[in-house]
Nanobody, 120 residues
Framework: QVQLVESGGDLVPAGGSLRLSCVAS????????MGWYRQAPGKQRDLVAS???????NYAESVKGRFTISMDNAKNTVYLQMNSLKPEDTAVYYC??????????????WGQGTQVTVSS
């Protein structure tokens, strides 16, 4: 089994910054990619940003230029640096990882989420 543990969520004023971290642990042969999703009350869970183990990144249009995702392959950790935060960024942020526990297996795992609240 694989566990994802997020940290870094907080209450910040608009214009502020936060850095989220997510560490994967357990039976890990390799990680193909990791990402961050968010879900606001009453809304669906949407992709914020993702990164492959090769360093390719993908961002939602709403966060381009403000958020930066990075992955430390050696530490099985993904980070999300969030700058110029807006009230509409308020949501629970979930970490996601596509993990190979063996060379022939691939499974998606989710963290339990960390709350980010941006006050206006």
């Amino acid at each position: 089994q694989v566990q994802l543990v997020e940290s870094g969520g907080d209450l910040v004023p608009a214009g502020g910054s936060l850095r989220l971290s997510c560490v994967a642990s357990g039976r890990i042969f390799s990680i193909n990619n990791m990402g961050w999703y968010r879900q606001a009350p009453g809304k669906q869970r949407d992709l914020v940003a993702s990164v492959t183990n090769g360093g390719s990144t993908n961002y939602a249009e709403s966060v381009k230029g403000r958020f930066t995702i990075s992955m430390d392959n050696a530490k099985n950790t993904v980070y999300l640096q969030m700058n110029s935060l807006k009230p509409e960024d308020t949501a629970v942020y979930y970490c996601n990882a596509d993990v190979r526990s063996t060379p022939w297996s691939l499974k998606a795992y989710w963290g339990q989420g960390t709350q980010v609240t941006v006050s206006s």
